[in-house]
Structures are given as structure tokens and as C-alpha cells.
């Protein structure tokens, strides 16, 4: 099967590492990938150190595609325009395509099958792309291409009912998918919905597996997440601030950024100041700081099923605190972490007792890794892309 991934974002982050980590595997199977990203991703992947190799190797096979930037640059909408009508020239033009496997910009492929014989797969990377996807304000929307899109919401049903799949990257985006559908008057698009059994993590080839000594560990707590509301940095500032007042012998690495990094920086400044807390910013990789950590903290809303930074904090021998909701309990159970709220108390007290007992939080650690390998194997995620791709293009046009 002859098919086109289109990857388009600003920068590595979950999302973009999972499809890059996919097609590392898929290159090694049978059939034929073509990779087409934007520049912007092109760069930040060319250099990354674990997906230079993927890139060019690509990259040399004539196996990768990669759309300019505009001419003209700062015009706004009109930029969203033309790399729309870019990306649909050359998935109309490029090759001819069994199926277009589209992640985080999904209405140029829509619209391109009505012009071609390719079968169209969308992939739904969280919570927040659904109101997008149906022409509905989302409480963050930071791509102008999408928004652009928006404006022609009497279209949506019609182009929605074009897509021949569409993948959700969790089961709580797949019912709000549902949800969606319904409220829409498509319910009969649900067949077309589809959610991988297990999601994908992909380990760093770049580790050294003698970075995993027990006694190399310290009393370190790392938070990785992009600084805006679902996310809850603020939450965990004010834990985290409380917290190290009380344990002095303990430190954090806040790796990040975004709209409430103010905010943020401002609860969290009597720690830096003293050495306690370390400020990162965005980073390539959080590896280097997992290998050290004993604790990782998520407190994601409405999932942090299946964020990439806690399979790669779980790979890393980290004991997890997690927000508990949507599929997180998958992840995270008494072995390896626990489950807390929204209440900045509770989740004060749950971070407490993670770490009272270091023999606890090291058996944890070990934990997290043993069921990471144990429960979420690659190779079952491949499988199962595949088998979608195999029932997509069978099924008429």
C-alpha cells in the first residue's frame, strides 16, 4: 500500500514524536511511506538527535516531502492559505496514493479526495481538535490554517462525510468524538471511528541502558508539559512551591513554556532563587532529566492517557503522580504511582506520601518501566494501525 503521512505543527511535541516513532518502525515493514511535513517540523526533526537518522533516511529514499514556508511571511491568514493550497497541490499531484494518513491538520486531505482516488485517515490527537474539527471555539487554537477552515462551517457535514477513517488517539477522544457526531446529525460516521488497542511508545535508542542504576537516581521531581490550562502548570506551582518548603532535601526540573509561564515563574521564585527548582524551558528531549528523577507529575485534564512524557518518564524508572481521570488508571496504579485530583491539597498530600518511604519510591520506579514493556508493547500498535489501514482501503471509495 502506497501511503502519504502529512505531518504539520510547530514543534516536536507528543503528538509529532508518536507519528515520527511510528513510521521508524513502519520503514522496516512491508509497504511504501512518503513522510510530508513543514518546514518548521522538518527543522526541529533534522535536528533531533533521536530523529535526524528517520529524517534523512527518508530524506534519501525520496521518501519525504517537505512544504516550504510562504514567500511573504507575517500575512496572517493569507499564509494559512497558501500552505493549505500547497499541501492540497501536492497531495492531488505528488503520487498516486492509496490512503493519506493525516495528522493535526486534517481538511486539506478531506478536501483532496474529492479529487483523487486516495482513501483519507485523519488522526484525532486529543480533546481539543474535536470542536475544531466541527467548526465549534475551542479554548486554545493556535493554528491559523484550521481557524481558516472554520469560517465555512456549513461545509463541515459534507467534508466530514468524506473522511473514510478517522483514528483517536485515546478512548476519551473517541467519545467525545461520539458525542460530537451525534450533536452533529452524523452519528453514521461512528463506524468510521477507530482507537488503537494500545497507544505507542517508541524508547530512545539514544539511551544508555547503564544511565538505569538505581543509586544514580536523586531526589529530583520532573514536570514536562506545554504551560496552558488543561495542562495545569499553575496547579503544580503552587504544589510544588508548598512542597520543597517543607522537604529541603528535595529538587525539581519545570521543563516548558507557553501563555502561563508568567505565572508560573512568579509562584515558583523563592525556589529558584534558593536552587530548589530549576526553570528549563522547551527542550528537545526530557530524557536527560528522567534518567535522573525518581518522580514524575502529570495533571493533565481530561486525560493524560496516552502522553508521551509519562511512557517516557515510566522507561525512565519514574514513580508517577497522576491526575486521575479519563484512561490515566492504564498507566498509573499502587504499583507505580497513585492517583490524585484537582485539589491542591490532595494532590500536596499524595506527592508526600509518594516519597515518605525511598525504598517504596525506588520499587515504584521499577515498577513503572516493568509495566510499560509488559502492557504497552509497539509492535501491537502497529498491528493494529496497519489492520486500519488494511479495512480503510478495502472499503469503497
Avoid at 497507544?199 to 539514544?206: A, C, G, I
Amino acid at each position: 500500500m502506497n501511503t502519504l503521512v502529512v505531518l504539520f505543527a510547530k514543534k516536536l511535541s507528543g503528538a509529532e514524536k508518536r507519528t515520527l516513532r511510528y513510521l521508524s518502525l513502519c520503514t522496516l515493514s512491508s509497504g511504501r511511506y512518503t513522510l510530508l511535513l513543514n518546514r518548521g517540523i522538518f527543522d526541529c526533526a533534522i535536528g533531533d538527535e533521536e530523529f535526524s537518522d528517520l529524517v534523512c533516511s527518508l530524506r534519501d529514499n525520496q521518501n519525504l516531502v517537505v512544504i516550504p514556508n510562504p514567500p511573504i511571511r507575517f500575512l496572517g491568514r493569507l499564509n494559512a492559505w497558501y500552505t493549505a493550497g500547497l499541501l492540497l497541490h501536492m497531495i492531488c499531484n505528488r503520487g498516486a496514493y492509496d490512503l493519506v494518513h493525516s495528522i493535526m491538520i486534517h481538511y486539506p486531505n478531506l478536501v483532496a479526495s474529492l479529487f483523487t482516488k486516495h482513501k483519507t485517515l485523519c488522526e484525532v490527537c486529543g480533546p481539543q481538535e474535536v470542536p475544531m474539527l466541527f467548526g465549534k471555539p475551542a479554548s486554545r487554537v493556535n493554528n491559523r490554517m484550521l481557524t481558516s477552515w472554520l469560517r465555512f462551517q456549513w461545509l463541515r457535514p459534507w467534508i466530514l462525510r468524506h473522511g473514510h477513517g478517522y483514528i483517536c488517539v485515546s478512548p476519551s477522544v473517541l467519545r467525545k468524538f461520539e458525542i460530537a457526531l451525534d450533536e452533529s446529525d452524523l452519528s453514521g460516521l461512528k463506524s468510521n471511528l477507530h482507537c488503537p488497542v494500545v497507544p505507542l511508545y517508541v524508547p530512545n535508542s539514544n539511551i544508555i541502558e547503564s544511565s538505569f542504576v538505581d543509586s544514580s537516581k536523586e531526589k529530583l521531581i520532573v514536570y514536562a508539559s506545554s504551560f496552558y490550562g488543561r495542562k495545569n502548570p499553575v496547579l503544580f506551582a503552587r504544589v510544588l512551591a508548598r512542597f520543597l518548603k517543607k522537604h529541603t532535601d528535595w529538587k525539581a526540573a519545570v521543563l516548558g513554556g507557553g501563555e502561563l509561564e508568567a505565572e508560573v515563574k512568579e509562584i515558583l521564585i523563592d525556589a529558584t532563587v534558593s536552587g530548589q527548582v530549576e526553570l528549563i524551558g522547551r527542550v528537545a528531549t526530557i530524557y536527560p532529566y528522567l534518567v535522573r528523577s525518581k518522580v514524575y507529575v502529570s495533571l493533565i485534564t481530561p486525560d493524560n492517557y496516552p502522553s508521551q512524557s509519562v511512557f517516557e518518564a515510566m522507561y525512565c524508572k519514574n514513580a508517577l503522580l497522576c491526575t486521575d481521570v479519563g484512561d490515566t488508571g492504564r498507566m498509573v496504579g499502587d504499583e507505580n504511582g497513585i492517583l490524585t485530583s484537582f485539589e491542591e491539597d490532595d494532590v500536596l498530600r499524595d506527592l508526600e506520601r509518594l516519597v515518605d518511604d525511598d525504598l517504596e519510591l525506588t520499587a515504584k520506579g521499577k515498577a513503572s518501566r516493568a509495566r510499560l514493556l509488559r502492557e504497552f508493547p509497539s509492535s501491537l500498535y502497529v498491528e493494529n494501525i496497519h489492520a486500519i489501514y488494511q479495512k480503510i482501503a478495502k472499503e469503497e471509495k
